[in-house]
Structure formats: C-alpha cells, structure tokens
C-alpha cells in the first residue's frame, strides 16, 4: 500500500507556470506508475498526465500537451507535474494516482488503486 500528498497548489495568473508535487510514503515508490488527474467544480474528474514506474514512458491529455510535462525522482518518492503557460480552463483539483497493476488502463481512474486528497490550482484571467 502506498500513501500519496500532493503539495504545490496555489493561485496563478494566466501564463504563468506552478509546479505540483505528489509525495509518497509506504511500499517502494519505484514499483508504481503514476497519474496525475484534475477535476474542475461541477465536471468529471479527468486524465491529465501518466508516467511509468521506471521515468521511460509518459502520457498526456492533449489539452495540456506541450505545456505540462511529468517526471518522478524515485529516490525522493516524488512524483512532479509542471504547469507552463496555464489558462483559466486550468483551473482544478489537481490529484496524484498510483498503480502497481501494469498500467494497463493509464487514461482512465479505474486504473489506478491509490490516491492522494488532491490540491487546488486556480489560474485568474
């Protein structure tokens, strides 16, 4: 079993960039893919970005391709979302996944068996 934190949340001006930590504690970090995923109020919690246990493979949503990108420091037992050039439409509960079950469903939360309480980023116009 595997705890996870998010941390990094805040409040930002369209443009600007924020970088959003998962932390986790409990069994080996390094044996988990991670998610990130959002959930904006009164809409669907979605997929924003995935990365294999091992850094190799990474996956994005497109509405956030070429402006966020995801890297983990297993030695740290962190996982990190960068935000670049955020819009308003960025604004969400951002929350950190964990798998140990081969990633096979990546996109989707089913996918995932552990989560974090989530952080909040707004992005003002």
């Known amino acids: 079993q595997v705890q996870l934190v998010e941390s990094g949340g805040g409040l930002v001006q369209a443009g600007d960039s924020l970088r959003v930590s998962c932390s986790a504690s409990?069994?080996?970090?390094?044996?988990?893919?991670m998610g990130w995923f959002r959930q904006a109020p009164g809409k669907e919690r979605e997929f924003v970005a995935g990365i294999s246990w091992s850094g190799r493979s990474t996956l994005f949503a497109d509405s956030v391709k070429g402006r966020f990108t995801i890297s983990r420091d297993n030695a740290k037992n962190t996982v990190y979302l960068q935000m670049n050039s955020l819009k308003p439409e960025d604004t969400a509960v951002y929350y950190c996944?964990?798998?140990?079950?081969?990633?096979?469903?990546?996109?989707?939360?089913?996918?995932?068996?552990?989560w974090g309480r989530g952080t909040q980023v707004t992005v003002s116009s």
């Open positions: 996944a964990a798998d140990s079950a081969g990633w096979s469903r990546p996109y989707a939360e089913y996918g995932y068996e552990y």
């Open positions: 409990g069994r080996a970090f390094s044996n988990y893919n």
